[in-house]
């Protein structure tokens, strides 16, 4: 049973796991679920929901009071996923993403990729390119991920958890969405809450892209580029798109530039203002995107994955 | 997930239910108020005025109700006119919306600008002297009316699908399926919300892509896909593939897939991609000749929703340029 009382509403509280094996109807705890008006449905909803889908037993766990875990179909690294879920929760509420109240979130683990691309087939979650590892949708508010690859993938679920956190904070473009949430889909954590993205496979295609200077590869294309544009009409587009943005976080990042970029951008946002970011960067960097852009092809260059 | 009980998905989604687009149309319809509302802020509409609107909307009709019972048909100079005259009046201008309402529909679907022309244009002056009857005939009926206006929303609806503003433009359609469910059947109307639901809930997706790889039909999506489209068995369909390595292999699939669930496929060799509008087609689209019959039209419908479903990256069924020659073609473009 999900021990976690179903609260509705989960603020930025120390985060924490409680796990279950709850059959259907077992319930999502003693407590009653607290009705907010703010959310649509609590975590009692979503084990109902997640039962379902999934009829039979099935194992679950809650994370932070709002993340409801599901182990589809027997995954071997669902409890490394949950495991991981609360160090990146800490870690990006620490002097980051700024921490908010969040309705609850069902995250479905996939050991199977058939079982995977099942439930991406029903929602309808096609991909821009070849295939997903991962799934925001956050108009269910549920997060997919398969595993099916082993270990290695199980940071996706930290690159879905920051999509998550981040749009409770900062409504921003996709290619700052996908900026922020790759760069954790391969983190590293130097201490207790701190986490900071290594280099990855994305990097194998931007630096062919950045070495033949192709014209769209270059650290001034994503800011103002529309959601749209930033998908693209082509695969290799989009995987271009994703690359330049990684590249951009991990860049930033690298030089403490991040975090206050993100900061100074958000507040411009909410107030109608910066639209494609260029001031706060010109504001953090004391250059324009297009004046740093040596030093990001540069250093793009030099990446390994 | 949500279980709002103001949302009505049967009456607002009638047309959705029907065949292929079911899913798609269950699913967008489980959207609670509260999802749609936090889509429509994020893109500047205010939701409450939304709704506003569709109060005072509903109050109006109400009250047009309650009086048509009571006021007879006058001209503006006081004139009573026959009731026969006075409904034929009356519906002229909402046959004609809802042709406008139809054609800025189409056009957004064929991929051009949504030419939304004013549907507020002015009835026509009757020709004939109207003989006067001594009867008190009844205002008008409050279908008539619910329809004008189920045709105004949609009209606004093609404007802002046109704009790919697509909460609103479900949120226009909503409410207009609610005033005029058998309106929102009819294929523009049906064909303009999947298309809104599928690209607001694209749009709204964040996912982690792979690399570039190429694209597969794996054999669970495929008899899926072979299922969905049995139902429109003996469809005759062109597969327009580009040349190359990688989407040949995809396009024997889709043929094979395609040939077992009964679809009549021919596939010419192209020498170069498909460009519609001078623009390369990638990914996968669906053609329809505008002037194809209701089965083929029904099977675009589906094949763009079975691609969906297969996980491949689709857009239309829009319209087929002019002498494209079949009256269904699936393009297969390069990635």
């Known amino acids: 049973m999900v021990g976690a009382a179903a609260a509705a509403l989960a603020c930025h509280a120390p985060a924490s796991i409680s796990t279950g094996d709850a059959g259907a109807g077992a319930g999502a705890g003693a407590e009653e679920a607290t009705p907010t008006p703010t959310c649509v449905d609590t975590l009692d909803a979503r084990l109902a929901e997640a039962h379902t889908l999934y009829p039979g037993p099935l194992r679950t766990a809650v994370v932070d009071a709002t993340f409801l875990y599901v182990d589809v179909d027997r995954s071997p690294f669902f409890d490394d996923a949950v495991a991981l879920a609360p160090r990146v929760l800490a870690a990006l509420r620490n002097g980051r993403i700024a921490p908010h109240p969040l309705c609850p979130v069902t995250v479905y683990v996939f050991g199977s990729r058939a079982r995977f691309e099942q439930h991406c087939s029903d929602h309808r979650y096609v991909p821009d390119g070849t295939r997903n590892w991962g799934v925001w949708d956050p108009l269910r508010r549920d997060v997919v991920v398969d595993l099916s690859g082993g270990r290695a993938h199980v940071p996706t679920t930290a690159h879905?958890?920051?999509?998550?956190?981040?749009?409770?904070?900062?409504?921003?473009?996709?290619?700052?969405?996908?900026?922020?949430?790759?760069?954790?889909?391969?983190?590293?954590?130097?201490?207790?809450?701190?986490?900071?993205?290594?280099?990855?496979?994305?990097?194998?295609?931007?630096?062919?892209?950045?070495?033949?200077?192709?014209?769209?590869?270059?650290?001034?294309?994503?800011?103002?580029?529309?959601?749209l544009a930033f998908r693209g009409d082509s695969a290799s587009t989009s995987a271009l798109n994703e690359a330049m943005a990684r590249a951009t976080c991990q860049w930033l990042d690298e030089r403490g530039a991040l975090w206050p970029f993100y900061r100074a951008w958000r507040d411009a946002r909410a107030d109608a203002g910066d639209l494609d970011g260029v001031a706060a960067f010109r504001r953090i960097r004391g250059q324009t995107p297009a004046e740093a852009d040596p030093d990001w092809r540069a250093w793009v260059l030099r990446r390994g994955g | 997930m949500s279980d709002d009980p103001k949302r009505s998905p049967s009456e607002a989604w009638q047309a959705l239910e029907k065949g292929a687009l079911r899913d798609e149309g269950e699913r967008v319809a489980k959207l609670g108020n509260e999802e749609l509302d936090a889509s429509l802020a994020a893109r500047g509409v205010d939701p409450e005025a939304a709704r506003r609107r569709g109060a005072e909307l509903a109050a109006k009709l109400l009250a047009q109700r309650a009086a048509g019972a009571a006021q007879p048909a006058t001209q503006p100079d006081g004139k009573v006119v026959p009731i026969a005259a006075a409904r034929a009046r009356r519906a002229r201008p909402a046959?004609?919306?809802?042709?406008?309402?139809?054609?800025?529909?189409?056009?957004?679907?064929?991929?051009?600008?949504?030419?939304?022309?004013?549907?507020?244009?002015?009835?026509?002056?009757?020709?004939?002297?109207?003989?006067?009857?001594?009867?008190?005939?009844?205002?008008?009926?409050?279908?008539?009316?619910?329809?004008?206006?189920?045709?105004?929303?949609r009209g606004?609806?093609?404007?802002?699908?046109?704009?790919?503003?697509?909460?609103?433009?479900?949120?226009?359609?909503?409410?207009?399926?609610?005033?005029?469910?058998?309106?929102?059947?009819?294929?523009?109307?049906?064909?303009?919300?999947?298309k809104a639901a599928r690209a607001l809930l694209h749009e709204e997706l964040d996912a982690k892509g792979g690399s570039v790889e190429a694209r597969t039909l794996p054999a669970k999506l495929a008899a899926?896909?072979?299922?969905?489209?049995?139902?429109?068995?003996?469809?005759?369909?062109?597969?327009?593939?580009?040349?190359?390595?990688?989407?040949?292999?995809?396009?024997?699939?889709?043929?094979?897939?395609?040939?077992?669930?009964?679809?009549?496929?021919?596939?010419?060799?192209?020498?170069?991609?498909?460009?519609?509008?001078?623009?390369?087609?990638?990914?996968?689209?669906?053609?329809?000749?505008?002037?194809?019959?209701?089965?083929?039209?029904?099977?675009?419908?589906?094949?763009?929703?079975?691609?969906?479903?297969?996980?491949?990256?689709?857009?239309?069924?829009?319209?087929?340029?002019?002498?494209?020659?079949?009256?269904?073609?699936?393009?297969?473009?390069?990635?």
């Open chain 1, 160 to 227: 879905e958890l920051t999509h998550v956190v981040m749009l409770a904070d900062f409504e921003a473009p996709r290619w700052f969405r996908e900026c922020v949430g790759t760069l954790y889909e391969a983190p590293v954590f130097p201490r207790d809450g701190d986490i900071a993205g290594e280099d990855n496979w994305r990097y194998g295609a931007l630096r062919t892209a950045v070495a033949a200077h192709d014209p769209r590869a270059h650290l001034g294309a994503l800011f103002g580029m529309s959601d």
């Open chain 2, 95 to 153: 046959a004609l919306t809802w042709l406008v309402a139809a054609a800025a529909a189409a056009a957004v679907l064929g991929g051009g600008g949504a030419a939304y022309v004013a549907l507020n244009t002015p009835e026509p002056a009757p020709t004939t002297p109207v003989p006067t009857v001594p009867s008190a005939p009844p205002g008008p009926p409050p279908e008539v009316l619910a329809k004008q206006e189920a045709d105004t929303l």
């Open chain 2, 156 to 194: 606004r609806a093609a404007t802002e699908c046109g704009a790919t503003h697509w909460a609103a433009c479900l949120s226009s359609l909503r409410q207009a399926g609610k005033l005029d469910p058998q309106g929102a059947a009819a294929r523009p109307v049906a064909r303009m919300q999947a």
């Open chain 2, 224 to 335: 899926g896909f072979t299922t969905a489209l049995a139902e429109h068995r003996g469809q005759a369909v062109t597969l327009a593939c580009a040349p190359g390595a990688e989407p040949q292999p995809l396009c024997g699939w889709l043929a094979a897939a395609l040939t077992r669930a009964g679809w009549v496929v021919t596939r010419p060799r192209l020498k170069a991609p498909v460009t519609v509008d001078g623009q390369v087609v990638h990914a996968t689209r669906v053609l329809v000749a505008p002037d194809a019959d209701d089965a083929t039209q029904s099977a675009a419908d589906a094949l763009a929703d079975a691609l969906e479903g297969a996980l491949l990256r689709t857009s239309g069924p829009d319209e087929a340029p002019a002498g494209s020659g079949s009256p269904l073609t699936l393009v297969v473009g390069p990635q």
